[in-house]
Nanobody, 123 residues
Framework: QVRLVESGGGSVQAGGSLRLSCLAS????????MAWFRQAPGKEREGVAYIVLSGTTRYADFVEGRFTISRDNAKNTLYLQMNSLKPEDTAMYYC?????????????????WGQGTQVAVSS
């Protein structure tokens, strides 16, 4: 059974940093595409960044060079290093994955989701 488990969320002040992790289990092979999404209260879930097996990445415009997505295929783990955090980054952050050989920041692209980890940034 496929499972994604996020960790690393917390509360920080504006300008601070957090590193999120997502441990994937139950896959026969590493998922082709893994991504981070986020959902703030009262808002739609939105894509933050994705990374494919080769290491190619893509970020949402609002990241503005502040976040870095990476993956360790040997450890079946996805990461999101978040620097220069802003109050508007406050949200539940979700890990997502798909074995399909396509990738985008569209929610419908992904067939597996974690339960989320909360990030709160105070001003």
């Amino acid at each position: 059974q496929v499972r994604l488990v996020e960790s690393g969320g917390g509360s920080v002040q504006a300008g601070g940093s957090l590193r999120l992790s997502c441990l994937a289990s139950g896959y026969a092979n590493n998922p082709y595409c893994m991504a981070w999404f986020r959902q703030a209260p009262g808002k739609e879930r939105e894509g933050v960044a994705y990374i494919v097996l080769s290491g190619t990445t893509r970020y949402a415009d609002f990241v503005e060079g502040r976040f870095t997505i990476s993956r360790d295929n040997a450890k079946n783990t996805l990461y999101l290093q978040m620097n220069s955090l802003k109050p508007e980054d406050t949200a539940m952050y979700y890990c997502a994955a798909t074995t399909n050989p396509f990738c985008s920041l569209a929610r419908g692209m992904f067939d597996s989701w974690g339960q989320g980890t909360q990030v709160a940034v105070s001003s």
